[in-house]
C-alpha cells in the first residue's frame, strides 16, 4: 500500500485519481491546512473508487506511528509541505519546521517501521538562479533564493545522507517545475485559499473577473520578449511522472538517492502566457507591467531527458491542454472547492 501525504492537495489529488485508475492501493494523510475534504469527495467521484483519508499532521509522531501500525504501507509519496515563496520570506520558521521538521519525522517513522521508500515532491528552486538552461540535475543546487527553496534542498540533503547512512534506502526526489492546468474533467483543480500568488491562477481569475488585472512582474529580462520564462507543466503529466516513479522503485531494494526533473524542457514567457490563456478562453486578459518581483529569476526550464531515460516518462500535454484544463476547471468551480 502506498501512504499518499498532503493528498489533498493539487498536485496530490490530481495523483491519487491516476493511482486508483491504475489500480493502486493508497492511504491519504493531510492536515488539511491547504488541501480540502472535498477534493477527495471529487477524486472519489471521477475514479467511482473510495479514497482511504485519515486526517493529520506529519509532524505528529504518534499519529504517523497509528498509521504505519495499522497499514501495510511499503512506499511513501511524500507531496504534504507549505509552498507558498513570499510567505516562506516572511515566516521562515514556518517552513523549516513544517517541510523540514516534519520530513524529518516522517523518515524517523519510516524507519521505525522498516518502511524505506520514499518519493519527495521537490521543486526547481532548489536550483536557484541557475547559470545556464535547461537545467540539468547535475547543475549546482543550493542556491536558493528564498527559504522555501532551502527547505526543499534541506530535505534533499538529508535524504542523501539517510540513504548513505542505509543501503536499504530508496529516495526518489522528482523536482517539479511549474505545474498547472487540472484534471480534464473540470472536477479537480488548483484551489488557492488567498489572492494566488502563481501566474496561471492569478491570470484564470482575472479572466473569469474575480481580480481586475494582472501585474507583469518586469519587462526587462534578458529573454524574448523580457517577461520571465518558466517550464509550465500540466499537473496530469506530472501525477503520471509519479506513477513511473514508483515503478522504477517498485523493483528495486535500496536503490539509493536519486533526483528527476518533471518538467517539459519548453520555456514560455509571461506574455505567452496571457495571449495563451485568452485564447483558449475567449476573455481578455488585462494586464500592467511593474517592477520586477524580489527573487524571481529571468529563465527557469528543465533539461527532461533523465526523466525519459530513467521513468520512461515525458510530458504529454501541450500548452493549449494546460489553458484549456484550467479554465474548464475554474469556469465550472469559480469559488473552487468551497
Ligand atoms: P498543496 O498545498 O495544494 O498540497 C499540499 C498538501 O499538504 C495540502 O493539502 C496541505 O493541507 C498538506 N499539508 C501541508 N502541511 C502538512 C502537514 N504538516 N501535515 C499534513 N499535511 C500537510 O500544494 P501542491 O501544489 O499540491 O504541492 C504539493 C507538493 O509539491 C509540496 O511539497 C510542494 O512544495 C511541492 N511543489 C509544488 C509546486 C507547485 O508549484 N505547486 C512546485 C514544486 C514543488
Ligand atoms: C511564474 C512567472 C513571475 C505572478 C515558484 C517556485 C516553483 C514552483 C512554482 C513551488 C514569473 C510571473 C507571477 C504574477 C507575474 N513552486 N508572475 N505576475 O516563481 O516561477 O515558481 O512557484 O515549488 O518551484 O519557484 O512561479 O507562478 O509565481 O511565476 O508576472 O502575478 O510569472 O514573475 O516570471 P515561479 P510563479
Not at 506511528?65 to 497499514?71: H, K, Q, S
Not at 547559470?131 to 535524504?159: F, H
Not at 472536477?187 to 491562477?201: A, C, R
Not at 493549449?320 to 484550467?326: A, L
Request: hydrophobic letters at 40%; glycine letters at 10%.
Amino acid at each position: 500500500m502506498i501512504l499518499v501525504t498532503g493528498g489533498a492537495g493539487y498536485i496530490g489529488s490530481h495523483t491519487v485519481v491516476e493511482l486508483l485508475q491504475s489500480g493502486h492501493e493508497l492511504l491519504v494523510i493531510d492536515n488539511l491546512c491547504n488541501g480540502s475534504a472535498e477534493s477527495l469527495r471529487r477524486v472519489a467521484e471521477i475514479t467511482g473508487k473510495e479514497v482511504a483519508f485519515q486526517e493529520g499532521d506529519i509532524r505528529d509522531a504518534d499519529f504517523l506511528r497509528e498509521i504505519f501500525r495499522n497499514n501495510a504501507i511499503d512506499t511513501v509519496l511524500h507531496f504534504a509541505g507549505l509552498r507558498v515563496i513570499g510567505e516562506s520570506i516572511r515566516v521562515p520558521l514556518r517552513y523549516y519546521e513544517n517541510n523540514v521538521v516534519g520530513t524529518l519525522t516522517l523518515c524517523q517513522v519510516m524507519a521505525e517501521f522498516d518502511v524505506k521508500k520514499i518519493v519527495f515532491s521537490s521543486s526547481a528552486a532548489v536550483y536557484g538562479d541557475p547559470a545556464s538552461v535547461p537545467i540539468r540535475e547535475d547543475a549546482q543546487v543550493g542556491g536558493t533564493t528564498n527559504p522555501y527553496g532551502t527547505s526543499k534542498y534541506m530535505v534533499e540533503r538529508m535524504l542523501e545522507d539517510i540513504c548513505l547512512s542505509d543501503p536499504k534506502w530508496s529516495a526518489m526526489v522528482l523536482r517539479y517545475f511549474n505545474p498547472v492546468g487540472a484534471h480534464s474533467s473540470g472536477k479537480i483543480g488548483e484551489d488557492p485559499n488567498d489572492i494566488p500568488n502563481n501566474l496561471l491562477p492569478y491570470i484564470a481569475q482575472v479572466a473569469i473577473g474575480k481580480l481586475p488585472k494582472l501585474s507583469v512582474f518586469g519587462s526587462d529580462y534578458d529573454t524574448v520578449d523580457g517577461t520571465g520564462v518558466r517550464d509550465y507543466i500540466h499537473v496530469v503529466d506530472l501525477a503520471r511522472g509519479h506513477l513511473a516513479a514508483l515503478d522504477c522503485l517498485a523493483n528495486t531494494q535500496g536503490a539509493g538517492f536519486e533526483a528527476i526533473n518533471l518538467g517539459t524542457g519548453n520555456g514560455y514567457s509571461v506574455l505567452e502566457m496571457v495571449r495563451a490563456f485568452e485564447a483558449a478562453s475567449g476573455r481578455d486578459v488585462p494586464f500592467q507591467i511593474v517592477d520586477r518581483r524580489p527573487g524571481d529569476i529571468a529563465k527557469c526550464y528543465a533539461d527532461p531527458r533523465t526523466a525519459m531515460e530513467r521513468l520512461s516518462w515525458r510530458a504529454e500535454h501541450n500548452l493549449e491542454d494546460m489553458m484549456r484544463d484550467t479554465w474548464k476547471w475554474q469556469s465550472q468551480n469559480p469559488w473552487g472547492y468551497r
